[in-house]
């Protein structure tokens, strides 16, 4: 049995940024005033804007750059494998998808968001699914997410 320890390896970030762990980041970067609650993973090439807070249990995936004062509500999902071929790409980048997200938008708890594109002003409701891209400011919810 090999255990592996909650790491924080390989980041970049400019002042005031507030991790509180245990977490898994590894390859971000972040811009000046962010926080991670705890239980977060963040993978490699995230790029996390000014003023963000990422709430504890969260999931960001590779090929996601959030924008400027944003909020992700806990437990929230981030998706890159839209499982194109039935099945998990298996490390296969190449189907990866990236998602985007503009400035201030504020995701509720427990939404999963797969690889789109989030304008900015948006707010998203707690245990949103949001499948398509989001190209208007206005508050969304359901699943699959529409403007409400």
Do not use: R
């Not at 977490?23 to 977060?40: D, H, K, L």
């Not at 750059?65 to 490390?91: E, L, Q, R």
């Not at 938008?105 to 690889?115: A, D, E, K, M, R």
């Not at 998203?124 to 409400?148: C, H």
């Amino acid at each position: 049995m090999k255990i592996i320890k909650s790491q924080i390896i390989n980041i970049k970030h400019k002042k005031n940024l507030k991790i509180i762990s245990p977490v898994n980041i590894y390859g971000a970067i972040f811009g000046e005033n962010c926080f991670v609650g705890p239980f977060c993973e963040i993978q490699k090439s995230v790029k996390v804007g000014d003023n963000t807070k990422i709430q504890s249990h969260t999931f960001v995936c590779e090929l996601v750059k959030i924008g400027k004062n944003c909020f992700i509500g806990h437990g929230v999902m981030f998706i890159n494998d839209k499982f194109k071929k039935g099945k998990p790409a298996d490390g296969k980048k190449k189907l990866w998808l990236e998602t985007k997200i503009g400035n201030n938008v504020y995701i509720g708890s427990n939404s999963t968001i797969l690889p789109v594109k989030i304008c900015s002003n948006v707010v998203i409701g707690a245990g949103s699914v949001i499948t398509k891209d989001i190209t208007k400011p206005g508050k969304y919810a359901g699943n699959p997410a529409i403007k409400i």
